[in-house]
């Protein structure tokens, strides 16, 4: 992939990112202290759902603790994951940063220049140029950021002194105005391997957009099929294909199910919107063919109370069309249409997208 041409005076990105699923972010975005404890709180309890109020309580001023310090320093995203490795807790934290460039420094040139300032400051830490899929150079440090644990959040209740592993990629953005730098610790230093290549597929889905694609993007106001649709992460082609199972059994019809089998990767409608072209959903698109007429009313009328019992909350309805989706984060959407006069009903269940998204807000960032 070639760079982007830059963009005359420091024109506004939109800039996006993939994030696993299983990160929950930190609420660096709300300057509101009591918003950002109950997010924390209710996020806490969903992490630690069968730990005790005292160890979520801990947790979430764990957690406020390093939060501030994130925003203090001007975090857009900060996020964490709390994996089980075998009975054994393990964490990490990742956090994306907006930074302007000096001025009268080019994107082209911040590159060399980061990279001897980082290699001057930092001589233990290994300091390195590397290409990422998005065409941009990023600088990556990668060293150590021990820090004290003070008593009254550590589990023994005594001050304790913690190695953390960390690793930084800054990039400066094409629009020679800003740079956007994502960090990863973690003090599971066990893990280090497991974390340094997750972190890498993070960097390495930097995708951004200009304002004039994002034009062009709302006045097409579709998505277009890929040529090649690319396959579904395993995880994502698991629940689709779970909510279909759940919605063929609502319909409660028979009919042709041979055709128009399709599960593929897709550019989220929103990410679209924003100029982001690289996949970050999936979809699975399925249909049944050669049913009775009368059926089709009543197969959709099952699915809109079956989709209310279990929680889910109608987004449209009219007529032979029905679409719900999940509530909450990482929430799935399914589209049921049934066609008079041809005997078919059709369904689509999208995956919710794994992309954090940070549209403009008066920096070139976005």
């Known amino acids: 992939m ?13 800039v996006g990112w993939f994030m696993p699923p299983f990160f929950h972010e930190l609420p660096v975005d709300t300057d509101d202290p009591d918003e950002g404890a109950r997010r924390l709180v209710a996020t806490a309890k969903e992490v630690l759902a069968n730990g005790s109020e005292d160890e979520q309580m801990r947790m979430a ?7 501030g310090d994130l925003r203090d320093a ?25 930074t302007p460039l000096p001025e009268e420094t080019t994107a082209a040139e911040a590159v060399p220049e980061m990279l ?17 899929p998005c065409g941009r150079p990023g600088v990556v440090r990668i060293g150590s950021a021990p820090f004290d644990l003070p008593a009254e959040l550590s589990p023994s209740g005594e001050a304790v002194a913690v190695d953390r592993g960390l690793i930084q990629v800054y990039v400066p953005l094409p629009n020679d ?3 956007v730098t994502f960090e ?9 391997d497991l974390y340094s ?3 890498a597929e993070i960097v390495r889905g930097l995708d951004w957009g200009t304002e004039e694609e994002v034009a062009l993007a709302t006045a097409l106001e579709q998505v277009p099929a890929p040529q090649e649709p690319p396959a579904p992460e395993p995880e994502v082609a698991r629940g689709l294909y779970d909510r279909s199972s759940r919605f063929l059994d609502a319909l409660g019809v028979r009919g042709r199910m041979d055709r128009g089998n399709e599960l593929t990767a897709v550019t989220c409608p929103d990410c679209w919107g924003k100029g982001l072209r690289s996949a970050c959903s999936a979809r699975h698109r399925w249909r049944i063919d050669e049913v ?12 809109e109370a079956f989709a209310a019992q279990g929680g889910w909350t109608v987004a449209d309805a009219a007529g032979l069309r029905l679409t719900v989706h999940e509530e909450g984060e990482g929430a799935h959407r399914v589209t049921v249409t049934a066609v008079a006069g041809e005997g078919r009903i059709t369904v689509e269940v999208l995956a919710p997208c794994h992309r954090t998204v940070r549209p403009p807000s008066g920096s070139a960032f976005g």
Not at 61 to 67: H, K, P, R, T, V
Not at 76 to 98: E, I
Not at 292 to 303: F, G, I, K, Q, S
């Open 292 to 303: 009775e007429e009368a059926l089709l009313a009543p197969a959709v009328a099952r699915v």
């Open 2 to 14: 070639t760079d982007l041409v830059p963009v005359e005076g420091g024109g506004k990105l939109h």
């Open 116 to 132: 001897a300032a980082f290699s001057r400051a930092y001589p233990e830490d290994d300091v390195q140029v590397s290409e990422l």
């Open 61 to 67: 001023l764990l957690y406020a603790s390093i939060m």
């Open 197 to 199: 290549e997750l972190f």
């Open 177 to 179: 105005a800003e740079m």
């Open 184 to 192: 990863l610790s973690t003090p599971s230093m066990e893990d280090w």
């Open 74 to 98: 001007g975090a857009c995203y900060a996020g964490f994951c709390v994996l089980d490795m075998d009975g054994r807790n393990s964490t990490a934290t990742v956090a994306v940063y907006r």
